[in-house]
C-alpha cells in the first residue's frame, strides 16, 4: 500500500503532488508477483476507519489498516518543491516484521517528476522480495510517459469531490495526452455511476489491454451494454474479460445473460461453476435454483434454495418461490394462464461489484506457496 507523500514545500500549489507521488508509484510498483493497493481501496478502508482522506493519519493507524487489510508493505513518503526543482524520499515499512527501511531519495527538475518517481518505484521494489531483474535505466525507459500537465490534471481529477470538476480535469488531461488510459477510464466509471450508459461506453473502450484498470474498464463496459439492454455484447465483453480473468462475478453474469437470452442449459452451467467456486454467496444460489426451476428440475432447485435461505432468512424472493415449489408448481405452469396471478417468477440476480483485488490476492498467494515448495 502507497501512503500520499508528506508536502514539506514552502511554496503554494504544490498540495497536488501529494497524491501525485502515491499515484506514479502505485501505478508503477504493480509488477508482476506484486499487488499493490488501489486509491480508491485505500480510501474506502481509511473512511470506514474514521480516517478521512483529508486527514493525514499518524504511523500506528497506517500500521493498524495496514495490517486489516492485508498488506505487507507500506510506502511512506515526502516531498518539496522548491522553484523548478523537486525532492522526494520514501521508506518502506515491512507490516509483519515492523521493520522501517532507510529513506531512499530521489530529486531533479519538477518537470521530470514521473521519472524520478518512477526510479524511486524501482528502489521500492529492490526492498522487496523479488524484484524487477531489470536496470533502473530499463524500469524507468519501459514505463509509459506522462506530460506532467497531464498528469496534474488528472490527480486533480481523483481528488475532486466535485463531480462536473472531476470531469472538466479528466477532459483536460486527455486532450493534453489523448492516449491516457487512467482519464478515460475514470471518465467512463463517472459516467456509468451517473446512469449515463452511451457516454460510459464511449470512454471505457479507449482502455487498452495491458492497462491497469482495462479489467473493470470492460466489466463496467459489459454492464453498460446490458444495462442498456444490449445482450450480445454485453456477453461478449463478459466473455472476452472471462477469459483473462475468471472472476465469479463475470461467471455469474454471463449466466445471467445467456439467461436472458433463453439460453437456460448455458445459463445452468455458469451458475452451477460459480457455486461451486464461492459456495458462500446467497445470490449464486439463488440464480443457480432460478436455473434449475426453469430447466423443470424442482427437487434440486428447492436444495438450492433451502441454502440460500440458510444464508440469507429474510430473503422474501427465494421464501415465495420456495413455497410455490412446495406447492407443485411447475415453471411451465407460471407462463400459462392456469398460474394465476400470485405466482410471480423472479429475474436473476446480477453481480455489480467488480473485486479483481482479492482475485489477485489470492493468486499471488497460490504462486507465492508453488515458488516455496519448488525451493523446498
Not at 195 to 205: R, S
Amino acid at each position: 500500500m502507497v501512503m500520499p507523500f508528506e508536502n514539506r514545500s514552502k511554496i503554494v500549489g504544490a498540495d497536488w503532488i501529494s497524491e501525485a507521488c502515491s499515484e506514479v508509484l502505485t501505478e508503477r510498483m504493480a509488477t508482476p508477483g506484486v499487488n499493490v493497493v488501489r486509491r480508491d481501496e485505500r480510501v474506502y478502508a481509511f473512511d470506514h476507519a474514521g480516517v478521512p482522506a483529508a486527514v493525514r493519519p499518524t504511523r500506528a493507524t497506517i500500521f493498524r489498516l495496514a495490517e486489516e487489510m492485508g498488506a505487507d508493505f507500506v510506502v511512506l513518503g515526502n516531498y518539496e518543491v522548491t522553484g523548478d526543482l523537486f525532492q522526494s524520499s520514501a521508506q518502506l515499512l515491512e507490516v509483519k516484521n515492523l521493520k522501517l527501511h532507510p529513506e531512499i531519495k530521489r530529486s531533479g527538475a519538477l518537470a521530470d517528476f514521473v521519472s524520478l518517481q518512477t526510479s524511486l518505484s524501482w528502489m521500492m521494489l529492490q526492498e522487496m522480495p523479488n524484484p524487477p531483474r531489470i536496470s533502473e535505466q530499463q524500469f524507468v525507459k519501459a514505463a509509459p510517459p506522462i506530460r506532467l500537465d497531464a498528469f496534474e490534471s488528472y490527480v486533480r481529477g481523483v481528488v475532486s469531490t466535485n463531480h462536473a470538476q472531476k470531469v472538466r480535469y479528466f477532459k483536460e488531461a486527455l486532450g493534453l495526452n489523448p492516449g491516457y488510459a487512467e482519464p478515460a477510464f475514470q471518465l467512463g466509471k463517472l459516467y456509468y455511476d451517473s446512469h449515463d450508459y452511451d457516454q460510459a461506453i464511449q470512454w471505457l473502450v479507449k482502455v487498452p489491454g495491458g492497462d491497469a484498470t482495462w479489467g473493470e474498464a470492460n466489466f463496467l463496459l459489459a454492464m453498460a451494454e446490458y444495462n442498456r439492454g444490449n445482450l450480445e455484447r454485453a456477453y461478449a465483453t463478459f466473455n472476452t474479460l472471462a477469459a483473462q480473468l475468471p472472476l465469479t462475478e463475470v461467471q455469474n453474469n454471463l449466466g445471467v445473460v445467456d439467461a436472458r437470452r433463453g439460453r437456460r442449459t448455458q445459463a445452468t452451467d455458469y451458475f452451477l461453476k460459480v457455486v461451486n467456486a464461492d459456495p458462500g454467496d446467497p445470490d449464486y444460489h439463488f440464480n443457480l435454483a432460478l436455473a434449475l426451476f426453469k430447466n423443470g428440475d424442482n427437487q434440486a432447485a428447492a436444495r438450492q434454495l433451502r441454502e440460500e435461505l440458510q444464508l440469507r432468512p429474510t430473503d422474501a424472493e427465494a421464501k415465495s418461490l420456495l413455497e410455490a415449489i412446495n406447492r407443485g408448481v411447475t415453471f411451465a405452469a407460471t407462463v400459462g394462464v392456469s398460474a394465476g396471478p400470485q405466482v410471480r417468477v423472479p429475474i436473476e440476480r446480477i453481480k455489480r461489484n467488480y473485486d479483481e483485488a482479492s482475485y489477485r490476492q489470492l493468486e499471488l498467494e497460490i504462486n507465492n506457496l508453488n515458488l516455496q515448495r519448488q525451493a523446498k
